[in-house]
């Protein structure tokens, strides 16, 4: 009937398509593990090297052909947000709770937020720091370093200062789907040895290192 959810089949795993340095494919599986979903969804590691992830059988899931993507019985997602949101809504998930709108908003503005002002800057620095060496054997720019470093303390400066207005160290109060966003983003900048400097958002990244699920997260241990 036109409006109604349509009600999935949940005798099977969906396949999540991913690799451990994708920040990504990291981005589904930290929501996952702070959802306490890790062993709802299979994870499938792609061959970057074997070009796995331009192979048809790949590209069927996610035309783009860039991990991250998932198979859900017949349906497949790809991008690495709509997958969360998908997940969260296919497992209701309080990390993206479907029944309350006004939340839903608000976290779901939240992370676009953080994905669009402050993400590309994390992987920016990860790039020049890191894979431009391993792939290249070039060094990084010190011009693109500098600049990235810059817009990781504005934006996370801006983040710090604007939420955590509930008390505690998550962004909204409870912990949300902007939070698992924030913390893959600073997870996958240490490893370009970045810190950040807001103390908000230090506690917030201690506190999410200190979880239990934190053991599932694809950066556990760095
Ligand atoms: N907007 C996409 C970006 C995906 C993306 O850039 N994936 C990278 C790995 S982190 C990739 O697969 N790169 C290989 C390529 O583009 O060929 C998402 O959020 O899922």
Redesign the pocket.
Known sequence: MPGEATIMSTDHKPVLYT?PM????S?VVDFLAAAGLIDRVEQVVLD?GKGE??APAFLAVNP?????GLRDGDVTV????A?IRYLALRFKSPLFPHHDLARVGLIDSVQTHIRQKAWDHG?GLVFQKVMKKLFTGQDGDPARIEAAEKGLEKTLGFIGDTWFKAGGDWLLGEISTADTTLATLLSNAKRAGYAPSHPRIQAFYAHWRAQPFFAHSPYAKD
């Open positions: 690799h994708s920040p990504h494919g981005i970057f992830h331009k783009v052909g860039q991990i991250s790809f991008e690495s947000d997958i992987t």
